[in-house]
């Protein structure tokens, strides 16, 4: 019989009783010299890190990238330089509003963010399931979430504000229009869509550029639950996606997309119909059809949830030669702020855990902070310019020139066409799915108090197409303003 292995403190020593703590007799109060049972209860006090802000439920895998499609015209980034080449990768997806514990099946974005370990580092493509978003500058973010979270004294989900911000804010109706829409509720993260939503910028050995739209394709096929079987499965399983995805992977049913761009030209983003770089609105495949790069496999269940899903950081500025950002106002916020969550949230060394660290090697300057629990660079030099053969720069690896242009202000978009795009989305929905789009829109604002808010929001829905303006405002009970008509 094999014999267990001792149990030890974190330091290392075995511990005598790991079931009665150390009393003056048995009834007599617990001394504080057992220091096993006080560091016990000192470590669990401190096993959460930060849940993130936004996103904070999740659920994650292992898998690779595979090219196959020759994409080297257009960029000189190495994991795409051949077809058939492999990259690991780790892939996490998540809700966005709800907190760590809340339910998978409810009507939000997912999130779809890809780390891809190439041999010039780390590659992360940070998007959601939908190839807009609400909002298309950073500025406005922080206001946003707070009409996805909770009221500040009621601690409530509030339909007043969510409705007031979307009403106020018309760049939101595309996104809104895709959340109500059947999609809004993925049957599971395996059938759904992702997009980099984004423009990126990628870039070939010459220095010529052109700019970049990410879409994968479920090979799954795309499934939805309708509202109501979504909030059944919310109350009778919370984790329905998390168990999902671990027990596809674990029955070797490996999920898998076909990644595609769009590509446009550098000089069209000046004539395009749509500013190329307003996360509000999309390119239309027939103006930019899909090209083909590649297929992402997840076939491997992380080993622990909070080492792997936790701690994995990702960040749109985690960019690797070949691949560069574009104006977009948004990602430009982005740049910042996902980088500086993770500082805050797993700390200053996080790009250095298991699961973030590159799988090439980390040359650089960088020393000490909290928790530099690797050899920390040892003796080696450890600043620049030195004379002692330190890791030095690699000008081929500058990224590419770029004019810029404009008197530096506040200032918005110069396109304000909120509407056509939101349109085109409802006018390509079958009967059925118009009818349970508007039907999810309704049960969702019927809750609002305020009639200024719905017949706001009903005058967007209007110019967007007037038979969902009118059929939203007829199942409201109210009646499209005479100032938007
Ligand atoms: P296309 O007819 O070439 O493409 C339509 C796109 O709409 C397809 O990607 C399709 O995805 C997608 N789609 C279908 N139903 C829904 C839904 N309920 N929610 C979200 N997407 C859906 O037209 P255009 O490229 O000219 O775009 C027309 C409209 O389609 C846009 O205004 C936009 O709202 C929407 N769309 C456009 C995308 C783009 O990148 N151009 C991407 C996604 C949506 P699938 O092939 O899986 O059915």
Not at 89 to 94: E, I, P, Y
Not at 144 to 170: E, G, M, Y
Not at 232 to 250: K, M, V
């Amino acid at each position: 019989m094999t014999k267990n292995k001792k149990l030890t403190t974190s330091w290392g020593a075995p511990v005598g009783d790991n079931q009665n703590s150390m009393t003056a007799g048995s009834r007599g109060p617990t001394l504080i010299q057992d220091v096993h049972l006080l560091e016990k209860l000192a470590h669990f006090n401190r096993e959460r890190v930060p849940e993130r802000v936004v996103h904070a439920k999740g659920a994650g895998a292992h898998g690779y990238f595979e090219v196959t499609n020759d994409v080297t015209k257009y960029t000189k980034a190495k994991f795409l330089s051949d077809v058939g080449k492999r990259t690991p990768l780790f892939a996490r997806f998540s809700t966005v509003a709800g907190e760590n514990g809340s339910a998978d099946s409810v009507r939000d974005p997912r999130g779809f963010a890809v780390k891809f370990y190439t041999e010039d580092g780390n590659y992360d493509l940070v998007g959601n399931n939908t190839p807009v978003f609400f909002i298309r500058d950073a500025i406005k973010f922080p206001d946003f979430i707070h009409t996805q979270k909770r009221h500040p004294q009621t601690h409530l989900k509030n339909p007043n504000a969510v409705w007031d911000f979307w009403s106020l804010s018309p760049e939101s109706l595309h996104q809104v229009t895709i959340l109500m829409s059947d999609r809004g509720i993925p049957a599971t993260y395996r059938h759904m869509h992702g997009f980099g939503s984004h423009t990126f910028k990628w870039v070939n050995e010459d220095g010529d550029g052109v700019w970049v739209k990410y879409h994968f394709k479920t090979e799954q096929g795309i499934k939805n639950l309708t509202e109501e079987v979504g909030t059944r499965i919310a109350g009778e399983n919370p984790d329905y996606h998390t168990e999902d995805l671990f027990n596809a992977i674990e029955n070797g049913d490996f999920p898998a997309w076909k990644v595609y761009v769009q590509i446009m030209p550098l000089e069209d983003a000046n004539t395009y119909r749509f500013d190329p770089f307003d996360v509000t609105k999309t390119w239309s495949q027939k103006d930019y059809p899909l090209v083909e790069v590649g297929r992402m496999v997840l076939d491997k269940n992380p080993e622990n949830y909070f080492a792997e899903v936790e701690q994995a950081t990702f960040s749109p500025g985690t960019l690797v030669p070949g691949i560069d950002v574009s104006p977009d106002k948004m990602l430009q916020g982005r740049l910042f702020a996902y980088a500086d969550a993770h500082r805050y949230r797993v700390g200053a060394n996080h790009n250095a855990l298991p699961i973030n660290r590159p799988k090439n090697e980390v040359n650089n300057y960088q020393r000490d902070g909290q928790m530099r629990f690797d050899h920390n660079g040892g003796g080696s030099t450890y600043y620049e310019p030195n004379s002692l053969n330190g890791p030095s720069e690699s000008s081929e690896d500058k990224q590419a020139a770029f004019p810029v242009s404009g008197v530096a202000e506040s200032v918005s978009y110069d396109h304000n066409d909120h509407y056509t795009q939101a349109g085109d989305l409802y006018r390509l929905l079958s009967k059925d799915e118009r009818e349970r789009l508007v039907k999810n829109i309704v049960g969702a604002m019927e809750p609002v108090e305020s009639e200024e808010i719905k017949l706001r929001q009903i005058g967007h829905f209007y110019k967007a197409d007037p038979e969902y303006g009118t059929r939203i405002a007829d199942s409201l009970g109210l009646k499209v303003p005479e100032e938007v008509k």
